[in-house]
């Protein structure tokens, strides 16, 4: 039990960054996992495409760095975990960190699927308030958790978990109309 919690602090101390990544990469990768089993009970002939989990685990790549560096700006910039600091993290969160995720999946996703720039905006245009609205349904709480309650190091790795449930309705959000394309399809 002392080395496992020797372990674990080496990787939330020393090793934080390559943690996160590392968590960020396997739970969006997960995420997706989920959602094309759940797609595969409406569908039992459907294939797993293991390319499109693979460009969800590729995004990790860009969130998990990009999450670890905006949670150091915001203690940074926002130091302490008073009820108004915190609620100033939360607001900055959705101001800046929502909008930017948001947009930055879709862009992503449609980059590493071929597509281009121009159907990633197209998708973003389509997708955005949908999913924008609904981050404010989850998100504020979530972190009101994380500002006021947890350490520094432990925020991207607890973000990460609420995220799989996220990234399994960001996949859906993703490739919805695959799923109501290929239901026409059969019927």
């Not at 989990?53 to 590729?58: D, K, L």
């Not at 760095?65 to 108004?84: E, I």
């Not at 790795?157 to 919805?176: D, Q």
Request: proline share 4%.
């Amino acid at each position: 039990m002392n080395q496992l919690r020797l372990t674990l602090n080496k990787l939330f101390s020393k090793h934080l960054l390559a943690t996160n990544v590392a968590t960020a990469t396997t739970l969006l990768g997960l995420g997706d996992c989920i959602i094309q089993n759940i797609e595969k009970l409406d569908n039992p002939k459907k294939e797993y495409d293991y390319r499109r989990t693979g460009r969800m685990f590729c995004m990790g790549f860009l969130f998990g760095p990009v999450t670890h560096g905006w949670y150091k700006v915001l203690d940074r910039f926002l130091p302490g975990a008073t009820l108004q600091t915190v609620g100033k993290k939360i607001l900055a969160d959705q101001a800046v960190a929502g909008p930017f995720f948001c947009s930055a999946f879709f862009m992503g996703m449609n980059l590493l699927e071929g597509k281009g720039v121009q159907s990633g905006v197209e998708e973003v245009k389509e997708k955005f308030l949908t999913v924008y609205l609904l981050d404010w349904c989850v998100w504020p709480p979530a972190q009101f958790f994380n500002f006021f309650f947890l350490p520094p190091k432990a925020r991207v790795v607890y973000v990460s978990l609420i995220t799989l449930a996220w990234n399994t309705f960001l996949s859906w959000m993703k490739h919805r109309e695959h799923h109501v394309e290929s239901k026409k399809v059969e019927d």
